[in-house]
């Protein structure tokens, strides 16, 4: 046989996964993946791409970031809000618990209930104001909890931003069109190519996984987009207010609605009364999230 | 160590996440993870596998879930694993197996997987060394490739894998034939494949 067998290999597979093959081409690549090494190594990572396709497409992740749907596209909306919603959870789906403290300033209203505090955060988040924010990863054990990721990360707008570990152990930014990165003992990273510094960092650093949500973030580091999970919890969540111990401050609770199973199963806003300022959300994640 | 409370998982009750192990992988030492969360990190993998014997996104999806109840049990318990993936990989496999026999009415895009192709494909799986940084380098490839994708190549990707839609459905959507949609989405796996293993060959070269 003179003829590259590759073509045809590739042409079963592929059909194998689109449900084309007929019951002899279907025994003609079993018995490829029988007798052929590469066929078996080409099947496998073929595989790999479609299992990785499948869970972009689960998790929203497969549509262009300047597609996201506006707000008066009703019938794809909710595509573009559980992308942008899922990229934050990703990296933090078996986490019992992450707090974000925050800054921003907004304006309350004298007296509220749960529908005009959320609708009072979006109008607050939606302000174009630099912030800082606190990310920590706690987790819970039979021995108490532990904090195992801890940032500070400072927003400037246009995209401009620095992101440190509580423990130093690097430091990066952007200015909006540059990336880099730096550890105390190493070199300067600096690229425009965001997924390039990734790829090329991938064994250097830690928090590995926090560089694929930056690149994946049409527009903050790590998605920390506050409208957008307002907006979510409005459309997918139960809101009420709750009481809260601290008087100065509104707490709003929100459930994620029964037959829903993204996002994570409770939502708790913590809100300056005087100044509208969010100082903290309480984002509870279970072994839920697993199943979608 | 566990968790104290407990978690409900597709109407079962079973107690929270236990720690990872140290275990290697090839010359890696990996760290103590907890299981699930390495369970996590392996999920396009097993999908793959699991809609290629299945073809049906659901019941790709309630096995890996299935299986991730039994990684969570294997963590609460005394054992220790020293390769997390190829034990996850045989737990996955069984679960697939028996959900296949269990539920051959449930194949969504036409007729079942044949048997003996089923078998080879879930030895593929299981035999698959393909080392789990080649496997990372791959996404993030993809990721660059997806990029590279013209808007309407990548929208029709969205639709088939976003809602596991079916061609003839997508060609309602984008005016089209199920031929002509299933040609070109067979083309841009094709595209696809190519791009991420040139990726992965040039980052060789440049290593």
């Not at chain 1, 459930?255 to 993204?262: E, I």
């Amino acid at each position: 046989m003179t003829s590259d067998p590759k073509p045809v290999f590739e042409h079963l597979v592929i059909g194998h996964f689109d449900g084309t093959l007929s019951e002899v081409e279907e025994r003609e690549l079993a018995e490829l993946l029988v007798t052929s090494e590469e066929a078996k190594e080409l099947f496998a990572s073929h595989m790999r791409l479609e299992g990785r396709l499948h869970s972009l497409g689960r998790d929203g992740l497969l549509r262009e970031p300047s597609s996201v749907p506006k707000a008066d596209s009703e019938a794809v909306q909710p595509v573009g809000q559980q992308s942008r919603f899922r990229s934050l959870r990703m990296p933090l789906i078996v986490s019992t618990a992450v707090l974000l403290a925050m800054l921003f300033r907004g304006f309350w209203p004298a007296s509220v209930d749960a529908a005009e505090v959320l609708q009072e955060a979006r109008q607050a988040a939606a302000e174009q104001v630099d912030r800082t924010y606190r990310l920590m990863d706690v987790r819970g054990d039979g021995d108490g909890v532990s904090i195992v990721r801890n940032l500070k990360i400072t927003l400037r707008g246009g995209r401009r931003f620095v992101l440190q570990p509580q423990s130093g152990a690097y430091v990066m930014g952007s200015d909006g069109q540059e990336y880099w990165m730096a550890r105390p003992d190493g070199p300067v990273f600096v690229t425009r190519d965001f997924a390039g510094l990734a790829h090329e960092l991938k064994h250097r650093m830690p928090n590995r996984r926090l560089l694929d949500d930056v690149i994946n973030s049409p527009d903050e580091p790590l998605l920390l987009d506050i409208s957008g999970l307002l907006k979510l919890i409005e459309d997918r969540y139960a809101i009420e207010l709750v009481e809260s111990p601290q008087t100065t401050e509104y707490r709003l609770q929100a459930t994620r609605r029964r037959g829903l199973r993204t996002g994570p199963s409770m939502i708790t806003f913590h809100v300056d009364s005087d100044s509208g300022v969010v100082l903290k959300v309480s984002m509870s994640f279970s072994i839920h999230l697993l199943k979608f | 160590m566990k968790r104290n409370d407990q978690q409900q998982i597709s109407g079962k009750i079973v107690s929270g996440f236990g720690r990872g192990r140290t275990w290697k992988a090839g010359d890696l030492t990996v760290n103590e993870k907890p299981l699930i969360q390495q369970y996590l990190q392996l999920r396009s993998e097993f999908m793959g596998y699991l809609y290629a014997i299945t073809r049906d996104a659901e019941l790709a999806e309630e096995v890996y879930q299935n299986a991730a109840v039994v990684v969570i049990e294997q963590a609460a318990g005394p054992e220790q694993i020293h390769n997390f993936r190829a034990w996850a990989k045989e737990v996955v496999r069984r679960q697939a197996l028996h959900a296949i026999r269990t539920r051959q009415n449930a194949v969504k895009h036409g007729r079942p997987v044949a048997p003996e192709l089923l078998e080879v494909i879930s030895d593929v799986f299981t035999g698959d060394r393909t080392e789990e940084t080649v496997v990372q380098q791959e996404v993030s490839a993809l990721q660059h490739c997806l990029d590279g994708l013209p808007g309407e190549k990548r929208e029709l990707v969205a639709l088939r894998y976003e809602r596991d839609a079916e061609f003839d459905e997508i060609s309602r959507l984008v005016n089209s034939t199920p031929a002509a949609v299933q040609r070109a989405l067979s083309r841009i796996r094709k595209t696809l494949h190519t791009c991420v293993q040139r990726r992965l060959q040039l980052a060789e070269e440049l290593v």
